[in-house]
């Protein structure tokens, strides 16, 4: 994974909403067919995936196109724009209402948070994407709708509706993160995971029975094994958390309703002033 970072929206915003909407003048046809806006992005997200976001570049789009790299400023001013449309390319949501989970907000935040994990396992240049400000093309939008249509039942308001899903994919990107980087550190030291930590044994035992750490030495074996699966208890600790804020609400919405009862029938039931 390369150590540089894009940014999107370092492109002509206008341009790019223009090809992410299709509300743009549509290129003439051009010398070479088949050659489409949606062909351009998918061959520069396939560069992406196997080479890294660095490899990607108007001419080297083109030359996996076989096509000269002035046809493809037809479609699309540069990689700033392209950039963009990749982005949104690869946030597609799916179209099956299952792979939000079977009913409720809880498994639609769930399995959106392993969706995610999974996206950016695929595409792993997505990390390398300041993505604090986004062009927000149909993809993105979609997703977003799809979600919080399963999620507003929780009763929170809109803001915190929206701090959910971002809170999740927060904590799904930082898990991404470590779970890329380890792997790539393996691949450029030529060490696995297990020689890594088999050439620091000597060096830990002898710190471990020195008793300057006795709590670390009094852990388990198996504390820092590989079985035990750190991305979803923390997704379930993020979830059990707002299970606890949903439930207080609906207990404080119900109390405001009952309160609300008990004063419309106290008013009800209040004896008529004497007109004399």
Do not use: C
């Not at 600790?237 to 299970?243: A, C, F, S």
């Amino acid at each position: 994974m390369a150590s540089g970072t894009e940014t999107s929206g370092s492109g002509d915003i206008g341009r790019t909403l223009d090809l992410l909407w299709d509300t743009g003048r549509r290129p003439s046809r051009g010398p070479r067919p088949g050659l489409t806006l949606e062909r351009i992005v998918e061959v520069a997200v396939e560069v992406a995936d196997r080479d890294g976001l660095g490899a990607v570049s108007m001419r080297r789009v083109a030359t996996e196109l076989g096509t000269g790299t002035m046809s493809l400023y037809r479609y699309v001013p540069g990689k700033g724009e392209l950039l963009d449309l990749m982005l949104d390319r690869v946030q597609r949501p799916s179209e099956n209402p299952a792979d939000l989970g079977d009913g409720g907000w809880r498994p639609a935040l769930h399995a959106l948070a392993h969706a995610a994990l999974a996206l950016h396992r695929r595409h792993t240049w997505l990390l390398e994407v300041n993505q604090s400000r986004p062009i927000l093309g149909p993809s993105a939008l979609d997703g977003m709708e799809k979600v919080l249509a399963r999620i507003r039942p929780m009763g929170l308001t809109d803001p915190e509706l929206v701090s959910a899903v971002v809170m999740v994919e927060g904590y799904v990107v930082g898990a991404a993160r470590t779970q890329v980087y380890q792997e790539e550190a393996e691949r450029r030291s030529g060490l696995t995971d297990a020689e890594f930590w088999a050439a620091q044994e000597p060096a830990l035992v002898k710190a471990m029975t020195s008793g300057r750490y006795p709590v670390l030495a009094s852990l388990s074996e198996d504390a820092f094994g590989t079985g035990f699966d750190h991305f979803e208890f923390g997704l379930q600790r993020i979830l059990d958390g707002l299970e606890v804020l949903v439930a207080s609400r609906r207990a404080a919405n119900a109390d405001a309703d009952a309160d609300a009862d008990a004063d419309a029938a106290g008013n009800g039931s209040a004896a008529p002033e004497d007109p004399a």
